[in-house]
């Protein structure tokens, strides 16, 4: 057993540097035989906590030549390799042959250096998995609040590593449930998932690093456009992640009242550093949606993405009276139902009118369904050369 106490850290923006270096480095180290190599567990998913530890998944076609080939240059690296932990676990109610699910594993250990190495089998259901388990929690980053905080309270309960991850088993069963039919529904598939850049050079569907930023007025359909936005990428299998404004800053938000000035822009500086660590993991379009209608709101974004992308912004419009008849609809919303408080909104959006940017793209929401203009957007990105 395992007795080291189980340590939850804060989401660390060198988690994506440190990983994505790694990556580099074992490409050069493991030669072709490495098919792809992806940075996954819960260091990958931005606004995650986390164990300081990294997790790397090198997809092979045979595990027994691997572990032959790999064991003198992962030593190089620093990597031991276990006898244990060749096998993960089978979610609950598959009735897979256990066979399938095996792996090898090779750990690193060093401060700022923790590193675990999963060798899986190309095309195998654990490697699958560890895919699908990431890019879901990617583009639901309210499923992302709920996992840190259930990770929190495990840890602050279990005595041991070991007890620790066989207790949160179940949890993770829970959300490959809920991904699956996300799959489904999206056409998600890890060959449309592609790993580092370097052993993806020649995938379908590749697009140079854009962040596309969907604003408008309230209820005029930007999360809704969005999501389709990304279900449009998906099926051209662009590797996509979506990030919502609100839900940012509803996190920033959780511990106490901050003034509107200041959440909102700690809000916008978060989005744009959650895009860079998405680009820079290898996500080619990274959609944000939220209110950056002002020409202050554009300029914080640009100037706190680490790295460089083309943006798209598009704006979507409303009239007063179809905001207030969706909003009512919503039972999620607040004070943003209030047709009083939506009047006095798109009163005072209306004086400032005068101090908005241009913008790209301008979609009238109550006369294009947001599939449609999903694939407008798609259209017009593709046509402006992003779409390689």
Known sequence: MTREPVVISTPDPMWAERA???ITALHAALGARALRIDHIGSTSIPAMDAKDVLDIQVSVSDLDDAQRHFEVPLRGLGFVRSPDGTRDHVPA????????????????RGPGEDVNLHVRLSGSPNERLALLFRDW????????????????????????????AEVKDPIVDLVIATAEEWAAE??????SQPGSRRSQSTSVGRMQD????????IASGKSTVARALFRELAALEVRAAVIDLDVIEDMLTADGPKSDLESWALARRAVARLAS??????????IADGSFNLAHDRTTLGQHLDTKADMLFVTLNVTLKEAIRRAQGDPTRGVSR??????????????????????DVVIDTESVSPTA???????IVGRGGRLE
């Open 20 to 22: 994505a270096a790694l």
């Open 210 to 217: 854009t962040v596309i930023v969907i604003t408008g007025p």
């Open 186 to 191: 999206t056409g998600w598939s890890p060959s």
């Open 277 to 286: 660590g998405f680009l820079q993991d290898g996500v080619a379009v990274v």
């Open 338 to 359: 209030d047709p009083a408080f939506l009047a006095e909104y798109f009163a005072a959006a209306s004086k400032t009118s005068a101090e908005r940017p241009a913008t």
């Open 93 to 108: 109610g598959r009735r897979d042959d256990p066979a399938l699910w095996t792996k090898r594993f090779w750990a690193r």
């Open 373 to 379: 203009a999903a694939a407008e957007i798609a259209r």
């Open 137 to 164: 929690l990617r583009v639901h980053p309210q499923a992302v609040i709920a996992y840190s905080a259930i990770k929190r309270s495990l840890a602050a309960a279990m005595l041991d590593l070991d007890t620790y």
